[in-house]
């Protein structure tokens, strides 16, 4: 350890992150703690990472944050996520800021201070790749393109901003390619709440747990969009095609639309959500080069709406991976095996149930038969605490007919997952 130079001491503090390990790994001679003042470039403190953080006066720990943060020069990455501690003295925290911020390239921020401190007056026209804030409120932000000329990657959680000034963020963001979205609060302005967003440079969006009248996203590039735990009245992406990976996930929303150009679309995974298949099946329709397709607990906007395989077969002729949960409701299977053209191409299948009946084991080996070049097969599958003897039976026979499937389809390998 005596050979390596102070530099690679250095990388090896900041891969330790956490700032008590860091002090008292650099406690360890006068070389490392060298290292640590000229060196380190990552540094993060967490009432996660110690609870005595939780213990210690606020006076206190922002002396320690304090003291650890000005012996170091030339910090890369700061995280400082306190949001089970007290109020911190704005001044203290605009303190750290200022010092750190012309090298600063990642900030990951939830703290907690009286008044508010402003993180886009203070790290603005620097050199900040990533941008991470938690339990915060911004106003007034300035139509400014060029504020943060570096960011690529914006996190929002539990962040309160109105719409216009969300808007005016991600355009003060040129280089932006990454926008997280976690339970904001957006301030009304009217009885209507709208979020208009638009970027050419976004190729990721993660959205969770927002509540719109209309959401209304222009990104051209945008290849990956998620979304979480929403309620909305009205969502449109304009874009031009670039979408390649789309996720809904417990969401409520009436009219829904990714535009007409979805010939890249290589994955769709739908859960927990309510579909009108004809309108949705349109949408996707074109999605020829389609490669993973996931339809999980989804309710059906008609009762007697079925998709059947050949559809899915005929469409995505480059499927690999397919994912269905069954259901029966008055006797409709939603996921039929009418047709006979096979899914050549899907080597992974999984399947699942939520309230399990004889017919499951029939439909899981209809489904075999479709996927000849088949290597692996995930059963999941949801098991009551209080079984009845006649779940029991249905349990035991399913066992049974798929031991006796497996015999006769020894080059799949089955995997079970219950819960």
Same mark, same amino acid.
């Given at each position: *350890?005596?050979?390596?130079?102070?530099?690679?001491?250095?990388?090896?503090?900041?891969?330790?992150?956490?700032?008590?390990? /860091?002090?008292?790994?650099?406690?360890? !001679?006068?070389?490392?703690?060298?290292?640590?003042?000229?060196?380190?470039?990552?540094?993060?403190?967490?009432?996660?990472?110690?609870? +005595?953080?939780?213990?210690? =006066?606020? =006076?206190?720990?922002?002396?320690? +944050?304090?003291? =650890? +943060?000005?012996?170091?020069?030339?910090?890369?990455?700061?995280?400082?996520?306190?949001?089970?501690?007290?109020?911190?003295?704005?001044?203290?925290?605009?303190?750290?800021?200022?010092?750190?911020?012309?090298?600063?390239?990642?900030?990951?921020?939830?703290?907690?201070?009286?008044?508010?401190?402003?993180?886009?007056?203070?790290?603005?026209?620097?050199?900040?790749?990533?941008?991470?804030?938690?339990?915060?409120?911004?106003?007034? #932000?300035?139509?400014?393109?060029?504020?943060?000329?570096?960011?690529?990657?914006?996190? %929002?959680?539990?962040?309160?901003?109105?719409?216009?000034?969300?808007? %005016?963020?991600?355009?003060?963001?040129?280089?932006?390619?990454?926008?997280?979205? /976690?339970?904001?609060?957006?301030?009304?302005? $009217?009885?209507?709440?709208?979020?208009?967003?638009?970027?050419?440079?976004?190729?990721?969006?993660?959205?969770?747990?927002?509540?719109?009248?209309?959401?209304? %996203?222009?990104?051209?590039?945008?290849? =990956?969009?998620?979304?979480?735990?929403?309620?909305?009245?009205?969502?449109?992406?304009?874009?031009?095609?670039?979408?390649?990976?789309?996720?809904?996930?417990?969401?409520? /929303?009436?009219?829904?639309?990714?535009?007409?150009?979805?010939?890249?679309?290589?994955?769709?995974?739908?859960?927990?959500?309510?579909?009108?298949?004809?309108?949705?099946?349109? *949408?996707?329709?074109?999605?020829?080069?389609?490669?993973?397709?996931?339809?999980?607990?989804?309710?059906?906007?008609?009762?007697?709406?079925?998709?059947? *395989?050949?559809?899915?077969?005929?469409?995505?002729?480059?499927?690999?991976?397919?994912?269905?949960?069954?259901?029966?409701?008055?006797?409709?299977?939603?996921?039929?095996?009418?047709?006979?053209?096979?899914?050549?191409?899907?080597? #992974?299948?999984?399947?699942?149930?939520?309230? +399990?009946?004889?017919?499951?084991?029939?439909?899981?080996?209809?489904?075999?038969?479709? !996927?000849?070049?088949?290597?692996?097969?995930?059963?999941?599958?949801?098991?009551?605490?209080?079984?009845?003897?006649?779940? !029991?039976?249905?349990?035991?026979?399913?066992?049974?007919?798929?031991? $006796? *499937?497996?015999?006769?389809?020894?080059?799949? $390998?089955?995997?079970?997952?219950?819960?």
């Amino acid at each position: *350890m005596d050979q390596l130079p102070v530099e690679v001491i250095g990388n090896i503090l900041s891969h330790l992150r956490a700032a008590r390990d /860091v002090v008292i790994a650099s406690a360890t !001679c006068r070389k490392w703690r060298q290292a640590c003042c000229k060196h380190l470039h990552t540094l993060s403190f967490s009432s996660k990472d110690w609870p +005595i953080y939780r213990d210690l =006066t606020t =006076t206190r720990l922002e002396i320690l +944050i304090t003291q =650890t +943060i000005f012996q170091t020069s030339g910090l890369q990455a700061l995280s400082i996520l306190m949001e089970d501690v007290d109020e911190f003295s704005a001044s203290t925290v605009t303190a750290w800021l200022l010092y750190t911020r012309e090298t600063l390239r990642q900030l990951h921020y939830n703290v907690k201070t009286m008044p508010n401190v402003n993180i886009l007056e203070i790290c603005g026209r620097h050199k900040l790749e990533i941008l991470d804030l938690a339990h915060n409120s911004i106003v007034g #932000v300035e139509p400014n393109y060029q504020r943060f000329p570096c960011l690529k990657s914006l996190s %929002l959680s539990y962040v309160s901003i109105s719409a216009l000034d969300l808007n %005016l963020l991600v355009y003060a963001c040129p280089k932006i390619e990454a926008l997280e979205l /976690v339970n904001p609060e957006i301030a009304m302005s $009217d009885a209507q709440v709208t979020v208009e967003l638009s970027s050419s440079t976004l190729k990721r969006v993660y959205v969770e747990s927002i509540s719109l009248d209309k959401f209304i %996203l222009e990104a051209d590039g945008l290849e =990956t969009l998620h979304l979480k735990d929403c309620a909305l009245e009205f969502f449109e992406l304009v874009g031009k095609g670039a979408l390649k990976h789309f996720k809904i996930d417990d969401v409520s /929303v009436i009219h829904l639309d990714i535009g007409d150009t979805v010939e890249d679309l290589e994955t769709v995974d739908i859960s927990n959500f309510t579909i009108i298949w004809p309108k949705f099946y349109q *949408m996707i329709s074109r999605s020829s080069n389609l490669k993973r397709l996931r339809l999980w607990d989804v309710m059906f906007d008609d009762e007697d709406e079925v998709v059947d *395989m050949e559809t899915i077969a005929t469409c995505f002729p480059y499927l690999s991976h397919l994912s269905l949960s069954y259901d029966v409701r008055y006797g409709v299977l939603h996921y039929g095996l009418q047709g006979s053209s096979y899914l050549e191409n899907v080597l #992974v299948l999984e399947l699942g149930w939520t309230v +399990i009946n004889d017919l499951f084991s029939h439909w899981v080996e209809g489904l075999l038969k479709r !996927c000849p070049n088949l290597k692996k097969l995930v059963i999941h599958g949801v098991v009551s605490e209080a079984k009845s003897h006649e779940e !029991c039976q249905i349990l035991a026979s399913f066992t049974t007919a798929m031991v $006796d *499937m497996m015999r006769r389809y020894i080059h799949v $390998d089955p995997h079970f997952k219950y819960e």
